[in-house]
């Protein structure tokens, strides 16, 4: 089955400068990969997502880049500010009616 | 249009008794997915439903089950509670439709076993 890495587990920027993060997955049937952003004590949200026809999308600071024949993809932040600290998840899902499958997180610490 | 709502949003059990936690999707929504979040564990995944039937299932023991109504609503249940269960349990809805579609979450139930 399908199996998602995320690195790195933390990460700690200085605000306004960028921070990346990124996910390896498995299964080259995957198609469909989401981002969630988690803050402490609520649920996970929904920030950026992209599909496999498609290799950047971007979203005022947010951006999500794929890379098919390597089976890799990134998050990357521009700009950021203290409320971006948050718990950040990938996810890769394959085909039709399959179920997501997570990374573990990495946990964004933005300093001012 | 109202959220994913789970209910209820804290529990305490003790070890050997069962729990029963509820998740209403959004409107319109037919896919309900069950995760198990601890700390440092991530998001595992538990099963998800579709139109009342299990379409996946994750690696947890058959002590935890699963089941969705006629108006998706979905409900969960752990029998034989022990102390590693203690966790959140979010469930997440998404729309059925010709591709895969984002999941929303729930704020979780909070279960904690004594």
């Known amino acids: 089955g399908e199996n998602v890495e995320q690195h790195p587990s933390t990460l700690s920027v200085q605000e306004g400068d960028s921070a990346v993060i990124k996910c390896t997955y498995s299964?080259?049937?995957?198609?469909?990969f989401p981002w969630y952003k988690q803050e402490l004590g609520k649920r996970p949200q929904l920030i950026i997502d992209?599909?496999?026809?498609?290799g950047e999308k971007k979203d005022q600071r947010i951006a999500v880049t794929l890379n098919k024949t390597a089976k890799h993809f990134s998050l990357h932040i521009t700009e950021t500010q203290p409320e971006d600290s948050a718990v950040y998840f990938c996810a890769a899902v394959g085909n039709y009616g399959q179920n997501f499958v997570f990374g573990p997180g990495t946990r964004l610490s933005v300093l001012p | 249009k109202a959220g994913v709502t789970q209910t209820p949003r804290y529990l305490i059990k003790t070890r050997g008794q069962q729990v029963t936690l509820s998740c209403s999707p959004i409107s319109g929504h037919r896919s309900v997915s069950w995760y198990q979040q601890t700390p440092g564990q991530g998001l595992q995944f538990l099963f998800e439903y579709f139109s009342e039937t299990q379409r996946n299932k994750g690696n947890f023991p058959g002590r935890f089950s699963g089941r969705q109504f006629s108006n998706s609503r979905s409900e969960m249940n752990v029998s034989t509670l022990e102390l590693g269960d203690s966790a959140l349990y979010l469930c997440?809805?998404?729309?059925?439709?010709?591709?895969?579609?984002?999941?929303?979450f729930g704020d979780g139930t909070r279960l904690s076993i004594l």
């Open positions: 997440a809805s998404s729309l059925e439709g010709t591709d895969n579609q984002p999941q929303h």
């Open positions: 299964d080259s049937a995957s198609n469909y």
């Open positions: 992209i599909r496999s026809n498609v």
